[in-house]
T-cell receptor
Framework: DTEVTQTPKHLVMGMTNKKSLKCEQH?????MYWYKQKAKKPPELMFV???????INESVPSRFSPECPNSSLLNLHLHALQPEDSALYLC???????????????FGPGTRLTVL | GENVEQHPSTLSVQEGDSAVIKCTYS??????FPWYKQELGKGPQLIID?????GEKKDQRIAVTLNKTAKHFSLHITETQPEDSAVYFC??????????FGTGTSLTVIP
């Protein structure tokens, strides 16, 4: 089973709202990722967690706050977003080899976020 | 860092014909090259991948070739079907590094 699940599927929020995106995998992977994808563009890496520790933060604004409560779960907390943050947010996971993030990444279906 | 170029950006083929998508990369140390298919409203799905110690890999109608000397790799889809219509992304990475994606190819298979 190579399934990554994400909730919610769609989210509409105002610029003053606080919301969270959730991601879950049960493949025993120890690396999890958040990507942002705009229409007709490739995914852009936001954050990487390896063994539940934040290992990569691609200079993402502080209005995006990731959290990895355990090895199966990944959250992305959203606060005071801007309309330009509207995008598809993708979660992925992989099994790092000896802490090296090089193995196959499996993506979830994404959360379609609209910021009004 | 790594730079991945992908061509063409759009591709239309008749059902039953073959489709070829090409990617080039800049970092000779890159050693893993996955291909993802993304249908409208869905997340990217891994369809095939190749590592630098292999020159070619095939899975039914899909094949990937890698030329390390020229630093390019290609996706080949034979006997295309309407359900192959999607956006395809290539990526390149090396041990300990993040994925670098190509810009995507929108494939349309005309029935």
């Amino acid at each position: 089973d190579t399934e990554v699940t994400q909730t919610p599927k769609h989210l509409v929020m105002g610029m003053t709202n606080k919301k969270s995106l959730k991601c879950e995998q049960h493949m025993g992977h120890r690396a999890m990722y958040w990507y942002k994808q705009k229409a007709k563009k490739p995914p852009e890496l936001m954050f990487v967690y390896s063994y539940e520790k934040l290992s990569i933060n691609e200079s993402v604004p502080s209005r995006f706050s990731p959290e990895c409560p355990n090895s199966s779960l990944l959250n992305l907390h959203l606060h005071a977003l801007q309309p330009e943050d509207s995008a598809l947010y993708l979660c992925a996971s992989s099994q790092p080899r000896d802490l090296l993030l090089t193995d196959t990444q499996y993506f979830g279906p994404g959360t379609r976020l609209t910021v009004l | 860092g790594e730079n991945v170029e992908q061509h063409p950006s759009t591709l239309s083929v008749q059902e039953g014909d073959s489709a070829v998508i090409k990617c080039t990369y800049s970092d000779s140390a890159s050693n893993y090259f996955p291909w993802y298919k993304q249908e409208l409203g869905k997340g990217p799905q891994l369809i095939i991948d190749i590592r630098s110690n292999v020159g070619e890999k095939k899975d039914q109608r899909i094949a990937v070739t890698l030329n390390k000397t020229a630093k390019h790799f290609s996706l080949h889809i034979t006997e295309t079907q309407p359900e192959d219509s999607a956006v395809y992304f290539c990526a390149a990475t090396k041990t300990g590094n993040q994925f670098y994606f190509g810009t995507g190819t929108s494939l349309t298979v005309i029935p």
